[in-house]
């Protein structure tokens, strides 16, 4: 069981539509994350926020646009994307580790988009 | 950079068999290394972790031991089931001083266990 839940679980969408992809976690945690996670290639870190500021982005086309209104809650607006963007977009969470702690992610189940 | 590269497979055995998934790293600092299992149409769980070297992470009967001198954190099974089948993914963070960071995983090891 996992305190990290993504909606939907599956999105088809057009070219010119749209979307966003929401992600909350329950876990008590300051820091959030998205990933993608197409065939054949390794998870891409897309955007990091630790304590609800952006600390990362990934080289990732302006087609996606994260938002993070507090700690718990992640979106990914989605907007004029390309058939190529079909992917499992995966959500995840830790708490924002000190010099002596590791940084353990907690995943939700992904989000299945497909783009037509 | 960063990486981590492991076997892709598919792997396939047979159940009761021995497992080793390989896996060795790249990284300028001194990462924390994990192993994630995906279950097919789930997200990822951590299985196990292993934060400095000789360290052994350990779970539901898989290990893998921290080796700095050869850059590996190899997973082991001494006897698989069908439910191990899955997707596993050798991963790693080298924050080096705190902070949030993304991990560098591997590409996953795609694993079939028959009965």
């Known amino acids: 069981e996992t305190g990290v839940t993504q909606t939907p679980r599956h999105l088809v969408m057009g070219m010119t539509n749209k979307k966003s992809l929401k992600c909350e976690q329950h876990l008590g945690h300051n820091a959030m994350y998205w990933y993608k996670q197409s065939a054949k290639k390794p998870l891409e870190l897309m955007f990091v926020y630790s304590l609800e500021e952006r600390v990362e982005n990934n080289s990732v086309p302006s087609r996606f646009s994260p938002e993070c209104p507090n700690s718990s809650h992640l979106f990914l607006h989605l907007h004029t994307l390309q058939p190529e963007d079909s992917a499992l977009y995966l959500c995840?969470?830790?708490?924002?580790?000190?010099?002596?702690?590791?940084?353990?992610?907690?995943f939700g189940p992904g989000t299945r988009l497909t783009v037509l | 950079g960063d990486s981590v590269t492991q076997m892709e497979g598919p792997v396939t055995l047979s159940e009761e068999a021995f497992l080793t998934i390989n896996c060795t790293y790249t990284a300028t600092g001194y990462p924390s290394l994990f192993w994630y299992v995906q279950y097919p149409g789930e997200g990822l769980q951590l299985l196990l972790k292993?934060?400095?070297?000789?360290d052994k992470g350990s779970n539901k009967g898989f290990e893998a031991t921290y080796r700095k001198e050869t850059t590996s954190f190899h997973l082991e099974k001494g006897s698989v089931q069908v439910s191990d089948s899955a997707v596993y993914f050798c991963?790693?963070?080298?924050?080096?001083?705190?902070?949030?960071?993304?991990?560098?995983f591997g590409k996953g090891t795609h694993l079939i266990i028959q009965p």
């Open positions: 292993a934060t400095k070297a000789d």
């Open positions: 991963a790693l963070s080298d924050r080096g001083g705190g902070g949030a960071d993304g991990l560098t």
């Open positions: 995840a969470s830790s708490q924002e580790p000190d010099r002596l702690s590791y940084n353990e992610q907690f």
